[in-house]
Every structure is written in C-alpha cells, then in structure tokens.
C-alpha cells in the first residue's frame, strides 16, 4: 500500500476541498445530464464545445498519472482520486462511509441515472462496487489494515436507482483472516447481500496511525 | 426486465451514435481532468463556469428519470445509459464485450485515474464490476435470459491502471442454473477470478430474438 504525504495544513485542505467540491459536483451533474438530455443537435454541439474548453482549461497543467492515495503531514486522509469515495473523481456517487464506535461501517447516498442498469435500476456491477468499498473499510474499521482476499455478493432482488443504504461490520477473525459481513438496501429492505474475506499483511505489527485509518473520509 | 422500443431507422441511430459519442468520449476526458489538474484557483472556477454552462443547455429539454433499456424497432440493442458499457455515459469506462462463436465474452479496455483505488491501482470495486458485467454478458450468450443470482471473486494481486483484458463463459448447466466463470487479467496474467451463478427466468419460453440478445454491442 503506497501513500503520498503532502506538507499542507487543515486550512489548506479546507480551501481545496471549498474549490473542487463544487467543480465535481457540477461534473456529476454533467454526466446525468449526457444521458438525459433531449435538446437539439446544435445544442449537443455547443455542450461539447464548453466541455473541451473546460478540459483544455484544466489540462494546462497537470500531475501525470494517477492521484493516488494522499495524506495530509499530520496524517489527515485525502483520497480525493478515488473512485468510490473521491471528492474530486466525478464517477463516486460519491459514498461517504461513516464508522460507529463498534466498528460498523455504514453509508446512505444516492444512485441516479448515471449507476443504472436493468431499467431503473442500479447495474449489478455498481452494487458490488460499493459493497466492495464499504466491505474494505469495515474490514479495517478496528486498526488493523487488511487487503480484499475474497468476497461474495447474493443479489435478493433488482435495486432501484435513489436512496441507498450500505453496511458491513466485522463478524469472526481467524489468524491474519477476518470474516466482514454487509448488506446493500432500499427502503423496503435488503437487495444485495455480501460476505469478504480480508487478510492482513504478513509484515504487519502495529496499529496504524489514528487519524491514517479513515480512508472513508473524503 | 423491461424495455423501450424506439421506432428508429438504423441511419438514425447511426446519426445519434456521431452525435453522443464524441460528447461523452469529452465528458470522460474531463473527469479524469478534474483529478489531475493543478491549474490555479482562477481556471479551476473558469472551468467550473464552463461545465455549468454545459449543464445548462443540456439541461434544457431532458426526459424524466433514467434512460431505461432501449432497443430499435428491428431489435437492435442501444443500452446508451448503462454504467459499464453507455454510449452516452461518461461512467462507463466504457467495456465493449465480443462475443466468441463458442459463447465465450472477451473485453479489452483501458481503466485510467479515474477508475483508481490503491494507489496507481484499480479499485476493487471497478474489478468488481467490470467482472459482474462480462460474466453477466457471457450467461446470456447461449440465447437464454439471465439473472445474476451470485457472483464470487477472488483477488489475486492488485490491478494496475492502463490497458486490461477480461473473459468469461459458461461452464456448467443445471436446471434452471448456469455457472459461469471469468477472470481480469494485466499483461502479466490474471488479477481477478469470478465466478457466478445465474438463473434463468421462471415464466421463460423460448429463445429471444437474436438481435436483441446484444446488450454488449453500444
């Protein structure tokens, strides 16, 4: 697991976040309104243009490669490139996952038409996405970091796009194993079930840093 | 499972096709900008401006809710919305499958910033569903309709970002049942295997129209 540390303060995260939140935000709004949108020709056009302005904009300068996994100096997360959770990646919903003092890990947002796949309904795949995610962050929800061994989703029913809630905890350790347990559902109850196994790294033998250990926050 | 028939010719589609493709092969340039820009703060809003701006005359005229599955009159598949494989949606990277003669689906495609988890590598979760999609694809390439009942993967190694390779097929039939197996695999060899059981439809009755059976052709 490679990280990047950048020497900056929590003013200065603030004043990133405050500049890119909204830019991402639109972005989202943008791919929506690519699948969406009925206006004429010329106005698809135009749409096009304003967007390649916008990326020749922004391509001005640029980090080559990818963002990767970045922490503040005092160890402050900011995986803002991911593709889950990122808050400057547009293809996250984004999923902001939240951790209770039992080591629960749970998470509510909301899937439009961007995520869909049978007819108003969430792809399978996006399903497993974030079970996948939110799965991983419980799994290391108690200090001890662990990578993805396995994991086993079953789909109960088709999901529909809107509000989701996702959860996951830990339910059994067994040697450098541990059993994570989760559940993806709509307000009528449970559409997708999941089960990972994750394994700590052999060359493990300590806790992580406190603040280091919570990639869920964006 | 449900579906739109649009009563369209095929050089409509073929305009349409000339029409979305470039704008959403943009909208992914400019997701993938947003997370490797380090213009300045004046650009960034400059390009904030331009996305809204793109927004806006999307905006305009759009329809109600998600794009839903179409097809063309004659049965031609135009799954333009779905998150893997949309023409028109920026999300998906996107993965075209082919099908092989023998029914094997095979997909190569490139997976960049925008797809990241670890650093320099795939989420999980984008294996994930890239994997859920191609199996899927590759349980219905025998003409008889499928549901992902569950699906199974094992992490081998991590994925790293650039160009990738993914298969599957069907493996084992029984009853109502079909095994399907699959993989994610780097120039170096496989990253991730899958394997899912999918169910045919209870009310099914015969074979589907063969030119609606496509839904990896974009």
Known sequence: MEFTLEDISDDEISRRRDLYEPLTASVRELVDAVIRTEVDDDSVR???????????TLRAE???GSYGVRFSADLQGMPWGN????????????????????????????LGAAYEGPS????????????????????????????TGTISLRFLRPTPLGSLHAEAVIVERDGRKK????????????????????IVPKNWDGPMPRKARRPGEA
């Open 46 to 56: 135009e749409a096009h243009r304003l967007v390649q302005a916008a990326v020749e």
């Open 62 to 64: 640029q980090i080559d």
């Open 83 to 110: 593709a889950v959770i990122g808050l400057r990646n547009a293809i996250a919903p984004p999923v902001q996952t939240v951790r209770d003092s039992d080591g629960r890990v749970t998470a509510d947002f909301t």
């Open 120 to 147: 108003d309904c969430v792809h399978g795949g996006i399903c497993a996405m974030v079970l996948d995610h939110v799965l991983g962050d419980a799994g290391s929800a108690d200090d001890v970091p662990c990578y």
């Open 179 to 198: 059993i994570v347990q989760g559940s993806l559902s709509d307000a009528q109850g449970q559409t997708v079930t999941a089960e990972g196994v994750f």
